[in-house]
């Protein structure tokens, strides 16, 4: 299976999002796509991060960005976690993992001395053409999407 690279197109994929649609990456050519995944729904540093993309939207729309969240929840987990924080940004539900797979974000971890498989928080910045412009890995939270935006800027002056 072929890797996300920077200065690659991204591969194809569709998922369903909470806009009630069936989301391709396709249908984002001509914008910037901020693409976060995060481990899961409601926990402290996911709810962080998505409120802070959130707050961020109207700043990363002024660049011709949208923002992605992509955890592997249902989009039930992802309506009612959207509801209680209030959060802008269309989710993406990854059931079955393809796309998390694509971009090489699933990780083994230690939870509470269990070996188990989940998403590494991560962050992909992706142009007007599909391709992949920045990556971040092992995201911390703190800062991050100051980062990211500043990256959007860069890209959308450069």
């Not at 992802?78 to 990854?94: I, M, N, V």
């Not at 090489?104 to 269990?114: A, R, S």
Request: charge should be neutral.
């Amino acid at each position: 299976m072929m890797s996300v690279e920077i200065n690659q197109t991204v591969p194809s994929f569709s998922l369903h999002s909470t806009s009630g649609e069936e989301v391709s990456i396709e249908s984002f050519q001509g914008k910037n796509v901020v693409l976060y995944f995060y481990p899961k729904d409601d926990t402290p540093g996911c709810t962080q991060e998505s409120i802070e993309f959130s707050q961020a939207q109207k700043e990363f729309a002024k660049h011709n960005t949208i923002i992605l969240g992509l955890s592997r929840d249902t989009l039930k987990s992802h309506d009612k976690f959207k509801q209680k924080h209030a959060l802008t940004c269309d989710l993406l539900s990854d059931i079955d993992q393809t796309v998390c797979h694509l971009f090489e974000v699933l990780k083994e971890k230690n939870m509470y001395g269990k070996k188990v498989i989940g998403i590494e928080r991560s962050t992909f910045l992706i142009d007007t053409k599909g391709t992949v412009r920045q990556i971040w890995r092992k995201v911390k939270v703190d800062g991050h999407v100051v980062e990211v935006l500043d990256a959007v800027k860069a890209l959308s002056h450069g």
